[in-house]
């Protein structure tokens, strides 16, 4: 394999390993929250309650997010994000270490990160662009995004997962605290050029959305999307429960299974790094999603935790595969001038949806049990891959 050639960019090679080693922080506190709130409620309603609010700012802000990186400057808008859940994080910390932390304040502090994450991300994938300089290097820097996204989830929740039960949720928090004062180092290094010159929030919003929904070939991919991450998702909310009550496990064994997702997901990116064929991608795509869901209605079949890691594996590398092949599509279709808002949509739907998805999960695994909701959502999910699928010629006519 080549070396990426997006790791040519100095100020590129700065932002990835600096997100990289945030987003390390932030799968670790992730994991310690998720496991903490199930500790402390013994609940599936209120794990699916802290991801609805960890995500759901991400479904109303997100166009926000993608209006400011049009028109600031996105060095600088990333920065504060980093600095804000930093101070996050340290609240978080702090709360649970001096054993003063209740149920309530996970839910407002989740929704705290989630209202920052939902500026930050759209100005994190706008910048990428501009951080490359190269048009050509693009669809490399992309997928180095994934794969940096997956290696960190990879290790984060690990080591969270060993640090809580050898240490407790409080010093995963602090963890995470320098974790973002290092990031905040590598972002300091980048040089980079302001945003863009849109001067009416309101008709930039507008024009954005026009865009998006009102072009076909973009119509059908944020559909797809939308599609999984209300419905196909949302499982891995549901994860601690099928750790310790289907597999009989604690927080390590819940540090297992997503760490299987991102051995998937880096399994997948690795693939697309080596493949430079974008009329291949549609079919990929389709492909994908048909996996995903079958993965998802074999996982509540396994007999045992070490079987569920193939399907969820599997998984996390086709959620990657859809995630950064539909990304690629839109980066390298979209005007430059509509970057930033066509991909706050793309966040908006599938990073947005999530935490709806995540809410019904855990509602409905109330009702009928985790098991079949995850099963169910997986049906959904293949049957809205075979949707797609009479629409992946067209997609790849737009690249020959």
Not at 112 to 130: F, K
Not at 161 to 174: I, P
Not at 178 to 191: M, N, P, S
Request: glycine share 12%.
């Amino acid at each position: 394999m080549q070396f990426p050639p997006a790791l040519r960019h100095r100020s590129y090679r700065f932002f990835f390993c600096g997100l990289m080693i945030s987003q390390m922080g932030v799968w670790m506190q992730g994991i310690a929250m998720s496991w903490l709130v199930y500790r402390l409620t013994d609940s599936v309603f209120m794990l699916g309650i802290v991801g609805f609010a960890s995500q759901i700012p991400v479904l109303f802000l997100a166009p926000l997010g993608g209006l400011l990186a049009d028109r600031f400057n996105r060095h600088k808008l990333i920065m504060a994000t980093q600095a804000v859940a930093m101070c996050q994080a340290a609240t978080l910390a702090t709360l649970t270490l001096l054993g003063w932390i209740q149920p309530w304040h996970l839910i407002a502090l989740a929704l705290l990160l989630g209202t920052i994450y939902a500026i930050d991300t759209p100005v994190r994938q706008s910048m990428t662009a501009r951080l490359v300089e190269d048009p050509k290097n693009l669809a490399s820097a992309i997928t180095l995004n994934g794969l940096g996204f997956n290696l960190s989830r990879l290790v984060g929740p690990s080591v969270g997962g060993l640090v809580v039960a050898s240490y407790g949720e409080g010093v995963c928090f602090l963890i995470n605290v320098f974790t973002y004062a290092i990031t905040i180092g590598f972002l300091a290094q980048l040089r980079m050029q302001s945003g863009g010159q849109i001067r009416s929030l309101a008709g930039g919003l507008s024009a954005g959305f026009r865009y998006a929904f009102g072009t076909l070939n973009m119509r059908v991919m944020l559909l797809l999307v939308g599609t999984i991450a209300l419905c196909g998702l949302p499982y891995t909310v549901l994860l601690p429960y099928f750790a310790k009550n289907v597999y009989g496990g604690n927080a390590d064994s819940l540090g297992v299974l997503m760490s299987a997702l991102s051995l998937g997901g880096i399994s997948a990116a690795l693939y697309s790094l080596g493949r430079r064929t974008m009329p291949a991608v549609p079919g990929l795509i389709y492909k994908a999603a048909i996996m995903l869901g079958m993965m998802m209605i074999a996982l509540p079949q396994m007999p045992g935790l070490w079987w569920a890691i193939l399907p969820i594996a599997t998984a996390g590398g086709c959620t990657f595969l859809i995630g950064n092949g539909t990304t690629t599509m839109m980066q390298t279709l979209v005007p430059d001038e509509l970057r930033g808002r066509m991909m706050s949509i793309f966040s908006m739907l599938w990073f947005g949806l999530v935490p709806l998805g995540s809410l019904i999960a855990g509602t409905l695994a109330d009702v009928i049990g985790p098991e079949h909701t995850v099963a169910f959502g997986g049906l959904i999910t293949v049957i809205s891959g075979a949707m797609f699928r009479p629409y992946v010629p067209r997609l790849r006519g737009l690249f020959k």
